[in-house]
């Protein structure tokens, strides 16, 4: 069983959609305010009410390219005619003030992390069951036939690469992943 760490580090955390990452997130946060949530670079145009650096860095799709190529993401990706990444300047400038950080990405972006920043702590949360993914995937009523199944599809490749990460939380029980998180990150 992985041990909590002695100083702060970088966690990164991942799973199947549905899985409850940004719900575990939210509560890590409201609990832990210590604990710094990456913000992602873009280079798709803010949305109304959107912030620079608080919902994410914007950038023309030249400067993005530019940092890339410079080294300046921990991992980053192209899709839907916009770029994503995390830049990695703020997240070193965390770790050295001695805040621990967390990353929420997907699988291949934590893949990316695993190879830019080998000394990251990498968590797949996964779900109890498919069919309990299911459910919740449902549940939220958001999504088309279609698209659900793409998720589930998704879904059942990503449960594959759980062997890949340092730790594995179940999320079948909200408070009892959160306190696995919570010593996994090193704040319980």
């Known amino acids: 069983m992985p041990i909590a760490p002695a100083s702060p580090r970088l966690t990164v955390l991942t799973g199947p959609s549905g899985v409850g990452k940004g719900t575990l997130v939210t509560a890590l ?12 670079a873009t280079t798709r145009a803010p949305r109304a009410g959107e912030e620079e650096g608080v919902h994410y860095f914007f950038h023309s799709p030249e400067s993005f390219e530019a940092l890339a190529l410079a080294g300046g993401f921990l991992e980053w990706a192209s899709f839907a ?13 965390q770790l050295a ?6 990353l929420e990405i997907e699988l291949e972006g934590a893949r990316q992390v695993r190879r830019n920043w080998p000394q990251a702590f990498q968590i797949f ?5 498919l069919e309990e993914l299911e459910r919740r995937i449902r549940g939220r009523g958001t999504e088309t036939e ?25 999320n079948s029980d909200l408070a009892k992943a959160l306190a696995e998180l919570e010593r996994l990150i090193g704040l319980a």
Do not use: C, M
């Not at 990444?85 to 400038?93: D, F, H, I, L």
């Not at 003030?97 to 967390?102: D, M, Q, R, T, Y």
């Not at 949360?125 to 069951?129: A, E, F, G, T």
């Open 29 to 40: 946060r409201q609990q832990h305010p210590e604990l710094w949530l990456s913000v992602s």
């Open 81 to 93: 005619g916009n770029s994503y990444g995390t830049p990695r300047g703020p997240v070193e400038a």
């Open 97 to 102: 003030a001695g805040v621990p950080v967390l």
């Open 125 to 129: 949360l996964k779900p109890p069951s």
């Open 146 to 170: 279609a698209a659900i199944q793409r998720r589930l599809e998704r879904a059942s490749e990503e449960l594959q690469a759980e062997a890949e990460f340092d730790a594995v939380v179940e």
